[in-house]
T-cell receptor
């Protein structure tokens, strides 16, 4: 089983709303990621959690707040978003954090299509 | 940061034709992953490569880890309509502790019936 499950599939929110995206994996992976993807572009890394601790924050605005409650779950809390934040948000997981010399792999969820009005 | 290039940027082929695309970098990579993404969906892992010269197949797909470790190739044989999508390569830079892997810009494949 290589499944990363994301909910909801679609989300429409106003600029004053607070919402959360959820990601779950039961592969025992210890690294989890949030990416943002705009149309016709590759995924852009937002956050990395390694062993449930935030290890990378790619200068993401504070209106995006990640949370890793346990090794299987990853949340992305959204507040006061802007229309330009509309995108496909992807969660991914790896057995371990990426190191330069070690074999690793990464699986993606199906994504949450977010529209900010 | 590390950059990956993919070529071609897009391609239109006839159903049944073979397809070749590649991914290149100016620096050495330890891992190459090839993904396919359909519109509105997440990238799906096709093939993972870990060793220079490695050739791996997955059905009609074959990928190779370049000998120089600066490139990788993906071939699709006898294309079918469901091969339509964007193909991304992603690589793990060598000796780049803590650096997550890098995505290429993608190759958009269209298959004409």
């Amino acid at each position: 089983d290589t499944e990363v499950t994301q909910t909801p599939k679609h989300l429409v929110m106003g600029m004053t709303n607070k919402k959360s995206l959820k990601c779950e994996q039961h592969m025992g992976h210890r690294a989890m990621y949030w990416y943002k993807q705009k149309a016709k572009k590759p995924p852009e890394l937002m956050f990395v959690y390694s062993y449930e601790k935030l290890s990378i924050n790619e200068s993401v605005p504070s209106r995006f707040s990640p949370e890793c409650p346990n090794s299987s779950l990853l949340n992305l809390h959204l507040h006061a978003l802007q229309p330009e934040d509309s995108a496909l948000y992807l969660c991914a997981s790896s057995p371990k954090p990426w190191l330069g010399w070690d074999k690793n792999i990464q699986y993606f969820g199906a994504g949450t299509r977010l529209s900010v009005l | 940061g590390q950059q990956l290039n993919q070529s071609p940027q897009s391609m239109f082929i006839q159903e049944g034709e073979d397809v070749s695309m590649n991914c290149t970098s100016s620096s050495i990579f330890n891992t190459w992953l090839w993904y396919k993404q359909d519109p509105g969906e997440g990238p799906v892992l096709l093939i993972a490569l870990y060793k220079a010269g490695e050739l791996t197949s997955n059905g009609r797909l074959t990928a190779q880890f370049g000998i120089t470790r600066k490139d990788s190739f993906l071939n699709i044989s006898a294309s079918i309509p469901s091969d339509v999508g964007i193909y991304f390569c992603a690589g793990q830079p060598h000796n780049n502790y803590g650096q997550n892997f890098v995505f290429g810009p993608g190759t958009r494949l269209s298959v004409l019936p």
